[in-house]
């Protein structure tokens, strides 16, 4: 009861602020323009002053109400809003009875306001729009019986069915069906994946077709779709060093123009001998124009753009700090494992010796890997089943750590594993075998299996860990987004990392490493180069994503350590992404900096033609408003952008 209670009271308050922003405030500004208009009219009419002069409260009410709202909120908190110089400058033209031209500063104001309002909102609906990917309601199978049930309800086991159309509402794995996922809420891919009894299914993703059982594997506050909403609402509190400079020099700068215009009304008449109202009135419009609207919107519009792009496409920044780091990346560091390749290993080379075919090769592998629980064995098996072949179990097996197993079927004995398993068993490898391990391990065949059945030498079958496509292509894209120098860092052997770098045109390789190892490379790198990005998805990668500049974790089924650690979370394992996600951060600093020139020029250049010729009131205003608009738009342009 207290829950929904709680549900309708939040359902108020965000229907409440929904009505503000999309009724009240746009009735507001619509109220002040017709109390200009009418007050034109009385003016010019002969009517009472009286009546003028309430038509003019009535329009500042409505003119000023929501800035007066922002300025005692900013004051509560002992800070200062632009929209004081606003309202200051707008009662300052009524004492020196402008009331007009006041009205038509709150009015335009406002509509400012509003129009950024609505540019901005457009920008946060685009992230906003998560949300929705999560049902409110969930089928659940208990015993012989289907039940609708909050999804907070829903338990770690629970078996949900899923129908065609169904979006996934948990994290979980199919137990029974099979159907076509639509993952591009998620990951960014576009292209439907089949998916069977034994995959996983991430919540926020739609099941196109097939009716499913799966059983919940995370709770709803854990699941991937929740991680990534946290991540990118707190994305938006994040802000970036510029805005965050921008932030504290408004409220410096705010007071100083307060300082400034103060010291202006009072001194020129006594030093220069000017008319005091005259003085005054200039003292309004330079307090209108000097206003940093348009320089402390500059930074937000266009970094909550570029978050809002790059989430669409499966890329979540953490913040707009992190999307200005990324941009200064010069040099990219990789963990190979589950990142440069598939983090499971796969069947590469079938070499039978003469007088053996390479299915009798592959049946003989596959029967002694059988029982096996190994990934090598795994990767075996699935390789068989692929080409058809029937694979019967062994009448004795064993395993023997670090070496290889033995089985044992129609009375002969079968060895599969490394040249120390065969000299255990007294076996001496062929010197031709030996030449071919040697050759195999130079292409980066990490893992040769040799077989011998019963004596007799049948040949090699070669396992390794499948780069993923297109990576070197992929790669070179980061040169092209202005990276200097790609990294690898591998827990793997030298040689094997080596074969795969030189494939991959990969600049540095470093083997061997530890996690400890990985972190005190990172730091180097960042000493010799400069910010550098660390990619990564594994435990042991957590530490240097934490130490790198910039931390890139690869996927949304990555461990929950690499994503915690990260700066930026690769919904997709597409390299690709990283590419994309750097030319977006440049290009998001180039506009940034194109708002904040373009700014600071308006406010120049309006300040100088106020103490110079003389502005009027209305036309800095339309100069002031305009130029916060534009840098806006400007902001705005980032969520179509495509590299």
């Known amino acids: 009861m207290i829950t929904l209670l709680r549900n309708d009271r939040r359902s108020w308050v965000k229907w409440t602020l929904r009505l503000t922003h999309t009724f009240l405030e746009p009735l507001f500004v619509a109220l002040t323009l017709i109390g200009i208009v009418a007050g034109l009219i009385i003016e010019r009419s002969g009517a009472p002053e009286s009546l003028l002069l309430g038509i003019h409260f009535v329009t500042y009410f409505f003119g000023g109400y929501y800035a007066v709202l922002a300025i005692i909120a900013a004051l509560r ?25 006041g009205a038509i500063l709150l009015f335009l104001f406002s509509l400012s306001n509003v129009l950024q309002q609505y540019a901005m909102d457009r920008t946060r609906k685009a992230i906003s729009a998560l949300l929705e990917l999560r049902p409110d309601e969930v089928t659940v199978r208990r015993g012989d019986k289907l039940i609708t049930t909050p999804l907070d309800a829903v338990v770690v086991g629970d078996i949900v069915v899923l129908r065609p159309g169904d979006r996934v509402a948990l994290d979980g794995t199919i137990i029974r069906g099979s159907g076509s996922f639509d993952e591009s809420s998620i990951t960014g891919e576009a292209m439907p994946i089949h998916k069977v009894e034994g995959n996983a299914v991430l919540a926020g993703t739609l099941n196109q077709s097939g009716a499913l059982d799966v059983r919940v594997s995370k709770l709803a506050s854990e699941s991937t779709l929740t991680r990534i909403i946290a991540m990118v609402s707190a994305a938006r509190e994040r802000k970036a060093r510029t805005q965050y400079f921008l932030d504290r020099f408004e409220q410096y700068y705010a007071a100083g123009v307060i300082g400034a215009v103060a010291l202006f009304i009072v001194l020129m008449p006594l030093l220069f001998n000017v008319d005091f109202g005259e003085n005054f009135y200039r003292a309004m419009v ?133 040249p120390r398993l065969m000299e255990c068993f007294g076996l001496e490898v062929p010197a ?212």
């Open 286 to 418: 330079l307090l209108t124009v000097a206003s940093p609207c348009a320089l402390v919107i500059s930074v937000p519009a266009a970094l909550l753009s570029a978050i809002a792009n790059a989430a669409r496409r499966g890329i979540l920044f953490k913040g707009g700090a992190y999307l200005e780091d990324l941009s200064r990346v010069k040099v990219v560091a990789f963990d190979k494992t589950g990142t440069l390749t598939y983090g499971k290993p796969v069947v590469t080379d079938i070499l039978p010796q003469p007088g053996v075919s390479a299915d009798e090769l592959l049946l003989t592998v596959a029967r002694a890997e059988q029982s096996s629980e190994h990934p090598i064995a795994h990767a075996v098996l699935s390789y068989a089943i692929e080409h058809n072949i029937d694979v019967a179990e062994p009448e004795e097996f064993e395993a023997l750590t670090g070496m290889g197993v033995r089985a044992v079927w129609d009375g002969k004995t079968t060895l599969v594993g490394s």
């Open 77 to 101: 908190k002992l800070t200062i809003e632009v929209d004081l110089l606003m309202v200051l400058a707008a009662l300052g033209a009524a004492y020196v009875d402008a009331w007009t031209e």
């Open 432 to 643: 031709e075998l030996l030449a071919e391990l040697d050759n195999l391990a130079a292409e980066g065949r990490r893992t040769a299996l040799i077989v011998n059945r019963c004596g007799r030498w049948m040949g090699i079958v070669s396992v390794m860990d499948h780069e993923r496509p297109d990576v070197a292509a992929k790669i070179a894209t980061l040169r092209q987004a202005g990276v200097q120098k790609i990294v690898m860092l591998t827990g793997d052997n030298q040689r094997i990392a080596e074969a795969i770098a030189q494939r991959l045109g990969i600049d540095e390789v470093h083997a061997g490493l530890l996690p400890e190892d990985k972190l005190r490379l990172i730091e180097d790198l960042q000493h010799r180069y400069g910010a550098v990005a660390m990619v990564g998805d594994g435990i042991n990668d957590a530490p240097a994503l934490a130490t790198a500049q910039t931390g890139i974790a690869m996927g949304a089924a990555g461990a929950d350590a690499a994503l915690e650690s990260a700066d930026v979370v690769l919904m997709a394992d597409d390299l690709g992404a990283i590419g994309y996600a750097i030319q977006l951060s440049k290009r998001t600093q180039r506009i940034v900096w194109q708002n904040i020139a373009f700014a600071l020029t308006v406010v120049v250049m309006l300040v100088g033609l106020t103490l110079t010729i003389g502005v009027p009131l209305p036309i800095g205003v339309v100069g002031h408003e305009g130029s916060t608009i534009i840098v806006v738009l400007n902001g705005l342009r980032l969520l179509a952008y495509r590299s």
